[in-house]
């Protein structure tokens, strides 16, 4: 199989860096879409970095070009910017699908949250984050790109035990509660870029060491039995 480069944006934040390392452990080249003061962990020192605003269409479509995927992890954070979420997961995510479709890009991989699109919610307290975030994969669902949405639980740093640790893989709307280290939500990314039965999907995940381990392609076959 050849190296595939595959570009990634959100790469300095706490999912992004992860998505990225484990690109790199599977031999593809990821290629870090930062902005100017963005600050990436030491593992990912020898990684391709190109540092652009989003907002910038040119810019974006000169980063994008020649890549074989990109992964979306760009998010808004809870804070008191309640504009953030319209501006980073609706409107953000849609200048990115628009970019990845003047530039030949087809497969796309969006890192977005359980219970999207849900209105009642203490998440949508931080300016309707979920409302944006549905917004956001709406955009992507509708472009005609080969997509694949990730829905994760409850984010968690930590990296120990994970090995042992099954994901839940379930489809939509499916899941409202549970966590899942981000680690494995990196795993998973690179699992549905690998995993053609995953495009036009959205797939909720979250993780228990009480669960078994399954890999997509099979709990892909329940999902849509």
């Given at each position: 199989?050849?190296?595939?480069?595959?570009?990634?944006t959100?790469?300095?934040?706490?999912?992004?860096?992860?998505?990225?390392e484990?690109?790199?452990?599977?031999?593809?080249?990821?290629?870090?879409?930062?902005r100017?003061?963005?600050?990436?962990?030491?593992t990912?020192?020898?990684?391709?970095?190109?540092?652009?605003?989003?907002q910038?269409?040119?810019?974006?479509?000169a980063?994008l070009k020649?890549v074989?995927?990109?992964?979306?992890?760009?998010?808004?954070?809870?804070?008191?910017?309640?504009?953030?979420?319209?501006?980073v997961?609706?409107?953000?995510?849609?200048?990115?699908?628009?970019?990845?479709?003047?530039v030949?890009?087809?497969?796309?991989?969006l890192?977005s949250?359980?219970?999207?699109?849900?209105?009642?919610?203490?998440?949508?307290?931080?300016?309707?984050?979920?409302?944006?975030?549905?917004i956001?994969e709406?955009?992507?669902?509708?472009?005609g790109?080969d997509?694949?949405?990730?829905?994760?639980?409850?984010?968690?740093?930590?990296?120990?035990?994970?090995?042992?640790?099954?994901?839940?893989?379930?489809?939509?709307n499916?899941q409202?509660?549970?966590?899942?280290?981000?680690?494995?939500?990196a795993?998973?990314?690179?699992?549905?870029l690998?995993?053609?039965?995953?495009?036009?999907?959205?797939?909720?995940?979250?993780?228990?060491?009480?669960?078994?381990?399954i890999?997509?392609?099979?709990?892909?076959?329940?999902?849509?039995s």
């Amino acid at each position: 199989m050849s190296q595939r480069t595959i570009a990634i944006t959100g790469a300095s934040g706490k999912t992004g860096f992860r998505i990225a390392e484990e690109l790199m452990a599977y031999g593809d080249c990821p290629r870090l879409l930062l902005r100017s003061e963005s600050v990436i962990p030491e593992t990912l020192s020898n990684a391709e970095q190109v540092r652009i605003s989003l907002q910038d269409p040119s810019a974006l479509d000169a980063a994008l070009k020649g890549v074989d995927a990109l992964v979306i992890a760009t998010g808004a954070r809870p804070s008191i910017d309640l504009l953030g979420p319209m501006r980073v997961d609706a409107w953000g995510v849609r200048s990115q699908v628009e970019s990845c479709l003047r530039v030949g890009v087809s497969r796309v991989i969006l890192v977005s949250s359980l219970c999207a699109g849900r209105w009642r919610h203490p998440l949508n307290l931080f300016g309707l984050i979920l409302v944006w975030k549905r917004i956001g994969e709406q955009a992507l669902e509708n472009s005609g790109l080969d997509w694949t949405v990730i829905r994760p639980g409850g984010l968690s740093e930590r990296e120990q035990s994970l090995e042992e640790e099954g994901v839940y893989w379930t489809g939509p709307n499916q899941q409202e509660k549970d966590s899942i280290p981000r680690r494995l939500v990196a795993r998973c990314c690179v699992e549905a870029l690998n995993t053609p039965a995953s495009i036009g999907k959205i797939l909720e995940v979250t993780s228990s060491a009480s669960r078994p381990l399954i890999a997509l392609p099979e709990a892909l076959l329940s999902i849509d039995s």
